[in-house]
């Protein structure tokens, strides 16, 4: 019972153009979404993260927008910098219950 | 400030052995949970630690343990290992239960 599904294993996108990365999920009792990007042998780093109070936060180059009603989010990185080669992992919770994580998606940023 | 910090970083063990992993997380934060990561798999949850008490448990067979001390420190046990707990182990610490988790650099363990 994957509760929290990212459909694209990879996104390659041009430097300088925008990324757009997206997550689904099924449990309605979500209200808390994070951004995790991690690169290999390292653990996850914190990105973003959003409510589900708000359907849009901004932090820098990364957007995160949320549609409750069709229980999907995205990420969005604008300009997408060589160094945001990477797996992103979409995270989502349920008050104070554990984090349930995506699959990842590798974005890799092409010169 | 320092973060989340696991030891070791590299381990490898023989089948049947077992293994014990460290968690230090961020100061004045109470919350620890770890996660298993394997190719294609992605991150998934062990188990949750807060004021020393277990609050959630994932799909994990009871080889796997684990538990939080007064200081919040966290070490988590593998008895009995098998080939397929090969993996990248996480551990994640937050203020409390409901905060943003942050991760360590993970310990690599390979049985073979």
């Known amino acids: 019972d994957q509760q929290v599904k990212q459909n694209s294993p990879s996104l390659s996108v041009q430097e300088g153009r925008i990324s757009i990365l997206n997550c689904d999920y099924t449990?309605?009792?979500?209200?808390?979404f994070l951004w995790y990007k991690k690169y290999p042998a390292e653990g996850p780093t914190f990105l973003i993260s959003?409510?589900?109070?708000?359907d849009k936060n901004e932090d820098g180059r990364f957007t995160v927008f949320l549609n409750k009603s069709a229980k999907h989010l995205s990420l969005h990185i604008v300009p997408s910098q060589p160094g945001d080669s990477a797996v992103y992992f979409c995270?989502?919770?349920?008050?104070?219950?554990?984090?349930?994580f995506g699959q990842g998606t590798r974005l890799t940023i092409n010169p | 400030k320092a973060g989340v910090t696991q030891t070791p970083r590299y381990l490898i063990k023989t089948r049947g052995q077992q293994v014990t992993l460290s968690c230090s997380p961020i100061?004045?934060?109470?919350?620890v949970s770890w996660y298993q990561q394997t190719p294609g798999q992605g991150l998934q949850f062990l188990f949750e630690?807060?004021?020393?008490?277990?609050?959630n448990k994932g799909n994990f067979p009871g080889r796997f343990s684990g538990r939080q001390f007064s200081n919040s420190r966290s070490e988590m046990n593998v008895s009995t290992l098998e080939l397929g707990d090969s993996a990248l182990y996480l551990c994640?610490?937050?203020?409390?239960?409901?905060?943003?988790?942050?991760f360590g650099q993970g310990t690599r363990l390979t049985v073979v």
């Open positions: 994640a610490s937050s203020l409390d239960p409901s905060s943003t988790a942050f």
């Open positions: 995270a989502a919770r349920a008050l104070t219950q554990k984090l349930v």
């Open positions: 100061s004045g934060h109470r919350s």
């Open positions: 959003i409510s589900s109070i708000k």
């Open positions: 630690y807060f004021s020393e008490t277990q609050r």
């Open positions: 449990n309605s009792m979500f209200d808390y």
